[in-house]
């Protein structure tokens, strides 16, 4: 039997969801010097006509998880910058068209919540 030819619907997506870090972040004084958990989704959208290459894949999940640890290395402020430049590391790839990043410290709240960021950038034409 054949398998039948197949058509892209939209572009295709690699994602991360839901990878705990403890990482330095924060600008408040108990957040100096300290770190806390933060839980990363982050969802890439590849460009049109973007697909793997015999075993290698167009875009890795893998890709995702290094620029989080890059970017996590020191302390950062604000989620926001991180945010930032967690979707800037991984738009610098010719083959990412979208960044999807959500980031949530985990514990500020004491159980009464999670507070974070969501950002969406995409590569400017």
Not at 9 to 32: N, P, Q
């Amino acid at each position: 039997m054949t398998a039948p030819r197949l058509r892209a619907v939209g572009g295709d997506r690699v994602f991360v969801r839901d990878l705990v870090r403890t990482i330095g972040v924060g600008i408040l004084a108990s957040e100096r010097g300290v770190t806390q958990r933060v839980r990363f989704t982050v969802t890439l959208d590849l460009g049109e006509g973007i697909a793997p290459e015999g075993d290698e894949p167009a875009v890795s999940y893998v890709d995702i998880v290094e620029a989080i640890d890059a970017e996590t290395a020191g302390h950062s402020p604000l989620l926001e910058q991180l945010a930032e430049r967690v979707a800037g590391r991984l738009l610098a790839n010719s083959r990412v068209a979208r960044a999807d990043v959500v980031i949530e410290k985990l514990d500020i709240l004491k159980g009464e919540g999670i507070l974070g960021v969501h950002m969406v950038r995409e590569r400017a034409a």
